[in-house]
């Protein structure tokens, strides 16, 4: 079946340095959406690319969306402790969204 | 979140015994899903709904139920089958519409088996 697969599970950053956490399917999705998860929280919807090559940016965040439409990042310039938390990718099959396993980001102060 | 709520937010479930998870909606979001999450991972899709009356299994509904009787809610049953009921488990709706529509998440409900 359909899978999304996310890296690194973790990372671990100093307060300041950039992040960044990659999203690949083993098929070609229609679009992608990346939730964020605080510790102890729910997910929260970030955004949404639906288009090949698409490029968001939300601030500090910039959201990729691969030409292939198969592949997709999240880049973070500067960490903030704010920034702490859970980054899952989510593509669409036919009536369900699959998650990826989620990269788990730790600010080191 | 705002339009989605979960209860109890922690649950106690002795050995044996059947809970049951309320998640209640005032989006009116057609489709309704119900994920697991165990500590440090991803989150797993338990059952879903599309539509009153119908749902469908997810990747892991071994020891669970759930009902659709009203578009509003859809409880779920965690049952004495489940072996490992300990997680925390998020319930989430999503309007349906050309594109994907993206996820609401409730608050969620963590269970811990005494």
């Known amino acids: 079946g359909q899978q999304v697969m996310q890296i690194p599970q973790y990372q671990h950053v100093q307060e300041g340095e950039d992040f960044t956490t990659y999203c690949n399917s083993s098929t070609t999705l229609s679009n992608i959406q990346w939730y964020k998860q605080r510790p102890g929280g729910h997910p929260v919807f970030l955004i949404q690319?639906?288009?090949?090559?698409e490029v968001k940016k939300q601030k500090r965040l910039t959201f990729q969306f691969g030409e292939a439409k198969k592949n997709s990042s999240l880049h973070i310039t500067a960490t903030q402790t704010t920034d702490v938390g859970t980054y899952f990718c989510?593509?669409?099959?036919?009536?369900?969204?699959?998650f990826g396993k989620g990269t788990r980001l730790h600010i080191l102060p | 979140d705002g339009g989605i709520t979960q209860s109890p937010k922690y649950l106690f479930r002795k050995e044996g015994q059947n809970v049951t998870l309320s998640c209640e909606q005032n989006l009116n979001h057609d489709a309704m899903y119900w994920y697991r999450q165990d500590p440090g991972q991803g989150l797993r899709l338990i059952y879903y709904?599309?539509?009153?009356?119908?749902?469908q299994k997810g990747d892991i509904a071994e020891g669970y139920s759930v009902s659709r009787e009203k578009k509003e809610s859809f409880p779920l049953t965690v049952t004495s089958a489940q072996k490992n009921p300990t997680a925390f488990y998020l319930c989430a709706t999503q309007r349906k519409g050309a594109y994907q529509e993206t996820q609401y998440f409730g608050p969620g409900t963590r269970l811990l088996v005494l």
């Open positions: 989510a593509g669409p099959p036919d009536d369900k969204i699959i």
């Open positions: 690319l639906v288009k090949s090559g």
């Open positions: 709904s599309q539509i009153v009356n119908d749902f």
